[in-house]
């Protein structure tokens, strides 16, 4: 059974940073595509930050362009964990933060972590 547990939502000021997590059960992520979503109030789901499996390169990301520079994709293969570092948060970045392992339409989900941004 697949499971990807998220973690590290909070209220923050705007400015301020975050540590998102999410860790994985039943899957290596390295061998998954592994995507940050995230979901506004009123919105569509979105994605943020992606990165690819070791079996197409070795992990290259992206980042949607609100997003570029300020937030940070990583994985910790030993512990089995996508990250996705957050600075400079704006009020625009609250929502609900998805983790998923191979794509939106196939691919594993979590049930999301909250993130609220004060300004």
């Known amino acids: 059974q697949v499971r990807l547990v998220e973690s590290g939502g909070a209220v923050v000021q705007a400015g301020g940073s975050l540590r998102l997590s999410c860790v994985a059960s039943?899957?290596?992520?390295?061998?998954?595509?592994m995507g940050w979503y995230r979901q506004g109030p009123g919105q569509q789901r979105e994605l943020v930050a992606w990165?690819?499996?070791?079996?197409?390169?070795?992990?290259?990301?992206n980042y949607t362009d609100s997003v570029k520079g300020r937030f940070t994709i990583s994985r910790d293969n030993a512990e089995n964990t996508v990250h996705l570092e957050m600075n400079s948060l704006k009020s625009e970045d609250t929502a609900v933060y998805f983790c998923?392992?191979?794509?939106?339409?196939?691919?594993?989900w979590g049930k999301g972590t909250r993130v609220t941004v004060s300004s």
């Open positions: 990165m690819t499996s070791d079996l197409t390169g070795v992990g290259r990301t």
């Open positions: 998923n392992a191979g794509g939106p339409k196939l691919g594993y």
């Open positions: 039943g899957i290596i992520v390295s061998r998954y595509a």
